[in-house]
């Protein structure tokens, strides 16, 4: 137990934030992306306490974390929390966003649909293509093919959500270009 | 070397393309743009999808946010009893194996006692508390108001009233089954039509207007058991309706701040499934509940009857429960100049209105 616990502390101080931060962009609520940090990382320690395999330890956080976060959103569409009469409690506060950014991409990403949330988000943190493929059961030779269109539906549904003012995605276009 | 395809540009602005993509790229001015535009596309999603926001100071190993397998969200009860570990000096996140090993205890041995509480609430619950509520009320005279808005079939059925807009008084007497009134009013106020019943007089009253002509049919009622009410037809749509909310996966649920305290607002994208030809068919379906008391605050479906596209929204202005009316309440109002049409009255009052309607028709023929 002291070794596995060990690796994941190690393990989370590498990837941590990573998850973190892709876990916000995938969930709506901060309380919902610390779940998800938590229970990728408690996964973790039991997949280390029985043996796993820590081969692409990276590619298995995000994995775990993607569908984590994905249920996570399917749970927050079903269930809110029971709340008595008298109780007048509000959701969880949003995320911090100083600049507006995180939120317009959200609202963006949630224009599309889940796979390529899943795909532009895992691309975000810098997961290669076969990790992704692991990540999100979908063929390797796929991942280019199906990130190229989730990136180009993204780029529309910032223009389509009142994207002024997003530099971000101020693209240059290109004569010719398809 | 033909040009390249995007998903080989998008390969290189991943880092994943060949040496002969890139060797392309780097000789073609065309798919050297494309590239830089697809390289530029991709480090804005990095920088705008890679937040800037690091765990918060305050994030704690929150065991009950650990349960395997567990289906729902923790409402600020659970919350409050919790069980939480964190960390004596900065309150950020340790893994240490004793922390791991204690929430692990938690979240096997803890968590499933504490849970044995309901401590969340799914949109199927709260469609089926809303729906016991719509017969909750037993005792007393029940005050009503809203407005009405029809489309399609149910409005087709009242063409007086172009725009579909109503607002409704009705007043229940749940102290004698099946006695109640009925009234609708135009956007000026004008009453445009009525229906009392009073089992215990045997009579019902129906007034409306039709091109300009107001008209009243005082008819009795059958003996015999009692055909379903008006009331209880219309409780009956919206326990229908409720239920086959119900019977969808893909309710969503969320609460909203109302005027007067929390509610929860439940849509259902599509209930029916399309192409099965269903009789009924609610193509859309949305419900505002009042948390207090589940009482519905408004109501809409839009579907399909016997194929015919129909719409329905309710929205509730008034409600009183143990209301104290006048002696005539229950009674429609009589208007000057209304054409009066008596007679014995059956089940349906629609049928009542063509039978008799056709019967004086023939008897001032006969007179003539």
Redesign the interface.
Known sequence: ??GS??A??EL?QAH??AI??FA??LVRH??DA??V???T???L??HLEAGGDMANVRGWLFTVAANAARDRQR???????????H?????PPA????DG??R??REA?RLLPDRDRQL??L????L??RDIASATGIQMVSV??L???A??R??AAVRTHGGSGYE??A????P??? | MNCLHDEQLQALADGEGTSADRAHAESCAACGARLRDRAALMASIETALNPPVDLPASFRLKADAAGEGATRLRGPFQRSRSFRLETEGTRRWIYSAAAIAAALVAVLFVVPAVRKDATTVSASEILAKSASQLSAVTHGVEVLEYELVLGGVPKDLMPDQVEGTYRIWQAIDHDVPGRFRFASYTSDGRMFSSIAEDPIARRRVAAFTSEGQDYRFDVTLPSGPRAMSLPEMQRLHMEASITMMQASGNQLVETIDGPNGKLYRIEVPRVAAPGANPVWDLSEARVLIDSRDYSIIEFAVQGSLLKSPYSLSYKQLRHVVGASLPADAFVVPTRPGEIVVTGEGSAVPTRDVVVLALRALAQAKQAR
């Open positions: 137990m002291q616990s060990e994941v502390r989370f941590g934030t973190y931060r916000t962009v901060r309380e610390e779940d940090v938590q229970e990382f408690v996964k320690l039991r749970r927050r569409g079903r269930w809110i929390p029971w709340e008595p009469a109780d007048i409690a509000v959701p995320l911090d966003d100083e950014r995180v317009r991409a990403l532009l988000a691309r975000a943190q810098g290669s293509y280019g093919r990130l190229a269109r990136a180009d993204w780029a971000l995605l693209r240059r276009t290109t010719g270009a398809r």
